[in-house]
């Protein structure tokens, strides 16, 4: 069996067309034009590249965007007067402080400062726990991500085992809500689960977000399954040169499962296609309109 392989940077291009369709549509019929503002610290390149992409995205949809740079030794006070000014701001729908932070911020404090109706990163504990008890909210990026691109390999996913290999606040437990939210039958595993190949194989859709590099091996994987490789881990090959791996070994994985998300190319692209989503969601809401179908949870 060779695995179908889900393309994620095709299907975030979709993602992106639809969204700038309905901002297209936002500005002809009403006059609006999202606002995506982010906020960094400091000057990880990681996150520049990161930061740079996301301001590229959002012009190329038809939104604004708004960059907030500030010194790595930026003060908590600062940077909260900064978010509490862009929670003020009409023009700003979305909201993303990009993390991580430096060390002498509290990130907890920082993200719920952020107006939870503007936080297209869905990490406010108002968010968190508006989704855990099935009530609208902003949803966490990768996580929805993930769940589009299930919805349109595998159709209504009611029913369906689906096992989440990780526990973060930002993939795992997010991604096992929706889930639950579309009627799967949901096992949360990590690490320290027992007998962890044995549970992972009773899945029909597997979600590696765990973390370690390539953990996931294809004795993990039910025949015919749907894998979703969360994880973008760089390793040094035996060669010297690094390369990027997910979560799950990948060749052993797909002579096994029926799909399989690659690394890169899979969920990775999606991540942005979504945080676009989320402000043209957090933009209908705020004005009253109707929701952008098909790129909500």
Known sequence: M?????????????????????????????????????????????SQVYVGAKGRQTV???????????????????????????????????????????GHLDSDLVINSIDPAKDVDGFHISNVGLLGTGQKSMVPCTPLGCLMMLRDHL?????????????????????????????????????????????????????AAVGRPEMVTGDFVKPGATVI????????????????????????????????TPVPGGVGPMTIACLLANTLTATCRAHGLPEPKGLTA
């Open 155 to 207: 159709g209504p996913l009611a029913g369906l085992h689906a096992v989440v290999v990780g526990r973060s606040n930002i993939v795992g437990k997010p991604m096992a809500q929706l889930l639950l939210g579309d009627s799967c039958t949901v096992t949360i595993a990590h690490s320290k689960t027992r007998d962890l190949p044995a549970l992972c194989r009773t899945a029909d859709i597997l979600v």
């Open 229 to 260: 490789d969360v994880g973008i881990n760089r390793i040094t090959g035996a060669d010297g040169k690094t390369r990027l791996v997910g979560d799950a070994q990948y060749d052993s994985c797909a002579r096994v499962a029926g799909a399989i």
């Open 2 to 46: 060779t695995a179908t392989v889900i393309d994620g940077k095709e299907f975030a291009a979709r993602v992106r067309a639809q969204v700038a369709t309905h901002v297209a549509r936002l500005k002809a019929d009403h006059g609006l034009t999202p606002g995506l503002a982010v906020v960094l610290v400091g000057e990880d390149p990681a």
């Open 60 to 102: 190329e949809v038809g939104m604004n965007s708004y960059e907030h740079k500030l010194p790595a030794d930026t003060s908590e006070a600062t940077l909260l007067a900064t978010i509490d000014r862009l929670n003020r701001d009409p023009a700003v729908n979305g909201i993303l402080v990009q993390l991580p932070l430096p």
